[in-house]
């Protein structure tokens, strides 16, 4: 019993667990029942949703299709290959195809056609994937569109399609065009109001007034012409729209003024002249016949005559050759009053330029005559400062640059014994001699007669000297006689770059200049005679005070010479260099009064023959004193003996305030007398002087004069050059 129990039990345990595990299964089919009855719940419901997607999605497919059928402007769809897969009623229109031939084909080859495959904005907008924008004019429709292109892609970045968009814009570009063209005009309206307002330069208010005409009026061709009362025709000024050759056959022809052209424009104000009048008469005038018979077609004219208040100014001449068929719609809507308006203007500032020349021209005469006066005025005082040639001469050549157009001025002087003419003052041309037989100026010597050349390349048997000018590029040039004591001594020559440079009254100013001139060069060479005549007697002079003893002959020559050598070497000037020469020559005339038996003594000078000796330089200044033209050279006598360190005589002055000149002497002075053989002793060779000047430095010799002789007879034992324009010391 004991045993069925047990058993019993193990049975009762086993079916408990089945039945909780059947139990567990059952409330999972029971879950499973429940989320199956709630999905086809929600697949119920979505198909509902997608039942009434699709609806919606098909109404508005339809409504799509319908407003992109309905759009005025051209739309069509292509695919990656730019084949057109939807095209709205527009684009079939304007591609003038039916829709089975327009869909599958590339759209560059239906519409717009073009020669080099999809159009640059479609290539564009695939790159990055955006909106891009090309403006596309079809000649064949006369059409104008704004293309919009947009590139459609997947989520991968693949292109799916394209969509184009061409909007018509042809009615905005007409408009915008017509506006442009009127700012145009207006602006260029301007321009010729600005030109007659501020321009009083005829030439230049001409160039604009063309320029702007031409663009104003749409013209192929603008010619502007000015009247010549003298010649009683119309001259060419300006021309814009010619070819190369009919601008030199516009600017070689004039318009008379009895031409019909011409009376049709002045009796109406302004002219418009039909192809049917051009075709029947031709142009009118035998300028314009010639200008336009070959090379360009001619359909009509607009001119516009100039005239003032004495009379005609100008015409104006717009030419239209057909060529351009704008030009040709714009002179036939261009108003009558515009060209009047153009015609008043223009004409206006005609006059008032040609009033404000005249006057110009008066004044700028009136002050060229002042101005000459005064230059002329400035020779006189600089010729009269000066009596030297050579200042004379580059004064006047820088005058006369300021009075006469010219490219080149030259004084030549006449040298006999080179037999030419030799350059002593100029500019502007190469050649510095030339010979008598090379150049037609030699006329001149024998006719004393000026010449004037007009044109130099006009001379058949042209000479060496003139052709090698014409080769330098000279023109033209006067030559004027230089006459100093009844003799020509030189020609002054005014050159030009142009031919006919010249006028009358350029000759009479010459004429007066080269007076003027050679007064100037008489007045010197009568100074430099006198020059030469006192420094003779000043020479004369000094050899009979060196003649006193015969170890002294020579002496104030050698002295003069070694004086100036340092003044040169120190950079003195003209002028201080003859006072120097006048002081050398001069230095030792204190010993007119000194005993030949001093002079000649063998030995050394006793203390009384020494004081004696030591009064020769203030005797020369009281000799010199009253001579009025030695005063500047007075002191330099009288203290060429005195020291550097102040150890001299007569007064024992020292260092800078001893004259430079009289510093110079002293050196030169103490170099001779080393150099020359004396009574009691012979002269010291150049290496004992050079000692001699380096150790007395400082105490008996300016040490700047010493060191600057001593360079001097370095570079002569050297073969050098002496050395030339040294910063003089003070003291000068």
Known sequence: MGVESEDLIKKIEAFKTELAKKQAELEKA??????????????????????????????????????????????????????????????????????????????????PKTQSGPCKGCLKAIEPGIEEKEEIYIPQTGKTFKMLFYAMKDAAG????????????????????????????????????????????????????????????????????????????FLPSHATGLSHEQTSLFLTEHIGGNDAVVKKAFNGHAAII?????????????????????????????????????????????????????????????????????GSQVSTALDEARVYRESTNKSMELSHKIETIKIMHEIDKHVLSTLEPQEILDTAVLMISKIIPCDRVTVVLVDRARG??????????????????????????????????????????????????????????????????????????????HASAYTPEDLSTMEKLASQISVALENARLVKDLEELFIGIVRTLSKVIDTKSPWTQGHSERVTEYALEIGRAMGMGKTQLKRLELAGLLHDIGKIGTYEAILDKPGRLSDEELEIMKRHPSAGAEILQPIKQLADVVSVIKCHHEFYDGSGYPDGIKGESIPLMARMLTVADAVDAMSADRPYRKGKPASAIMQELKRCSGTQFDPAVAKTFLSIIEAKWQGAAPPQGAEPPQGA
């Open 30 to 111: 029971w879950a499973q029942e429940k989320e199956l009855k709630d999905t086809s719940r929600a697949m119920l419901n979505l198909l509902d949703d997608l039942n009434k997607s699709s609806a919606n999605m098909e109404a508005a497919k339809k409504d799509w299709e319908t407003t992109f059928d309905a759009m005025l402007d051209p739309v069509f769809i292509h695919d990656s290959r730019f084949r057109v897969v939807r095209a709205n009623r527009a684009y079939q229109e304007a591609a003038g195809l039916a829709f089975h031939d327009i869909i599958g084909m590339p759209y560059y080859e239906v519409f």
């Open 158 to 233: 693949k292109q799916l399609c394209g969509l184009h968009v061409m909007e018509n814009i042809t009615d905005v570009k007409k408009a915008e065009d017509a506006m442009r063209r009127e700012l145009e005009i207006i602006r260029h309206l301007l321009m010729i109001s600005n030109a007659a307002a501020r321009t009083t330069d005829i030439d230049r208010l001409m160039e604009q007034v063309v320029s702007c005409l031409n663009t104003i009026m749409s013209s192929d061709i603008a010619l502007s012409y000015l009247w010549d009362g003298e010649g009683g025709a």
């Open 274 to 342: 039909g192809k049917e009048t051009l075709t029947a008469e031709g142009p009118g005038t035998d300028a314009l016949k010639r200008l336009f018979s070959r090379e360009t077609r001619l359909e009509s004219l607009a001119v516009i005559p100039l005239y003032g208040r004495l009379g005609p100014l100008g015409l104006l001449i717009c030419a239209y050759t057909g060529l351009n068929p704008k030009g040709a719609e714009a002179l036939e809507r261009m108003p009558e009053e515009l060209m009047n308006g153009i």
């Open 420 to 497: 030419g003419f030799s350059l002593i003052a100029g500019f502007g041309t190469k050649n510095r001699f030339a010979p008598f037989e090379d150049t037609n100026a030699s006329e001149i010597l024998k006719t004393g007669r000026l010449q004037y050349a007009a044109d130099l390349r006009e001379i058949g048997d042209i000479k060496p000297l003139e052709k090698s000018l014409l080769d330098e590029g000279f023109i033209s040039h006067i030559r004027m006689p230089l006459t100093v004591k009844g003799e020509i001594s030189g020609i002054l020559t005014v050159g030009s770059r």
